[in-house]
């Protein structure tokens, strides 16, 4: 009854519901959980889905693309204008 619930057709926790909604596309993206989408509440952010200089990882690949990454902590990335990520002087 605790055990975790798994994208494998079974129902794992024993409550009566195989995958306990994981199957279900909340946000209506035509990806669910079992196929990777990473926020079921946003139709923008699934696999797939075009990264956009938001600071959120859009194509739920595990890693924010290297334009939307703060390196030199000036709150600026290149995707915002910093032309000179290296210099937390120059944005």
Known sequence: PDATEACDGIDNDCSGVVDDGAF????????NVCDGDCD??????????PEVCDGRDN????ALPA????????T???CQGDCDPAAADVY
């Open 59 to 62: 194509d739920c690949d595990g």
């Open 24 to 31: 279900e596309d909340e946000d209506g993206d035509g990806v």
């Open 76 to 78: 600026f990335t290149i």
């Open 40 to 49: 079921e509440l946003d139709a923008a952010t699934r696999p797939g889905a």
């Open 67 to 74: 334009d939307e990454l703060d390196n030199d902590g000036d």
